[in-house]
């Protein structure tokens, strides 16, 4: 039995081992190929309540159809509110797909209704991308990270948030992350439209590597199935009635700044380990930079390669700026364990890399390059979202929304200390986060035992 569970674990973790040591030597990627996309026009989502009200208007405003990609789609407060604006859309004949990781989306509902009181709508379907196959241990690792909702293919919300109370509520909400979206809509649908562009993509994993889920709702879940559907109808109605500045048409051109030309960049779609297709072409992005990179993400967990392409940036004639979450405030303690690890390996590599002291941790994956660029989505700078998950980022040209985020970067930095003791500042300096001591030995216990596994955080 032992020997049997020892290579089911090596069969389920030997290729994410080997794809990272096969890439190190592979040519360096061009810059993507921007699209022209006239007539487009975008703005960011910065607090969760903005990105709540955002995604509430554009569903309860959809004619055609709805997409929705999620890595998690909690049955909580946030997540109840979008489920029954979700059915209100399909009683009105809008055709509504959603797509959920196979493994943590489906356990965000293990134990709910939601999913069945959605999929039994004729006008819904609910699909899980790659769900766990105990005869494939190595596709266990393999998760769809995307978050995002295109709305009539001609409007979309696309970014790091999940759908739950963690990321769509309130400033100051006990469960609140800071985190970022973009919002882009085009004046007229086309073909070489932003939305349209995600809505291929989407439909490529909806076919290939996705199945159908809550098909039948089992006899014993029935009546409570079908007195979900009538609470959820009352409670659009009741949103409808307490929010109607949320839900009532909206015209998004005096909230947004037109956009020039945009790249969409995705990883390969397939549930076995995968060439780095989004790093490199972020890597590309950041090596072409005249001016500035900086960068937002809640953890650095790299590889070789992603070292090396990190410290390539130190020399180059920019200012360059990382952030990222404390060991305090980050809740992702394995990664934490990884950077504490590595922390003199990350100063080595000559990037100003700071670490956020807010309140709430940080979840953000944005990048700003020189003036005009803007880069939004999925993508951790982690091992994981480079070799494994499918990830989504999309780069926006457009000098409004670039100043937008850069304001938005200044603020969180404001609230920032530097990783390297010796670039400290004076007595204006921001307070360090205090570590919880439980919070501090679980980190410090991890530490020596995460470099076996640092390439699944």
Known sequence: MKWFLLSYVIAALAPFIVVPLISRGKAKAPVPDFISCEGTRATILATGQEAFDARMNLISNAVHSLDVGAFVFADDSTGSEIAAALLSAADRGVHVRILLDGLSGRNALAFSNMGYALADHENIEI????????????????????????????????????????????EGHPRYNYDMDVLVFSETPGENGVAAALTLYFNTIWREESKPAYLHVPFYRRDAVQE???RYRQQHINFCTLRPDVVGARSWESQTH????????????QTTATSPEVWDSLSALMRSANERVWIQTPYLVLDSRMWRDLEELSHLPVENRVLTNSRAGGNNLIASSDMLLRRRSLLRTGVEISTFQGDASMHTKTMLIDRDISVFGSFNFDMRSAYIDTEVMLMIQSEGVNRQLEAHMQELHAQSLPMDPSAAVGDDAVPARALPFWKGLAIYLLAPLIFLVHFLV
């Open 228 to 230: 979900l559907k009538t």
């Open 258 to 269: 037109p956009i020039q030309s945009y790249a969409l960049m995705v990883n390969p779609i």
């Open 127 to 170: 699909r899980l991308y790659n769900p766990p196959n105990l005869l494939k241990p190595w596709s266990l690792n393999v998760r769809y990270h995307e978050k995002y909702i295109i709305v009539d293919e001609r409007i979309l919300v696309l970014g790091g948030r999940n759908l739950s109370d963690d990321f769509l509520t309130p």
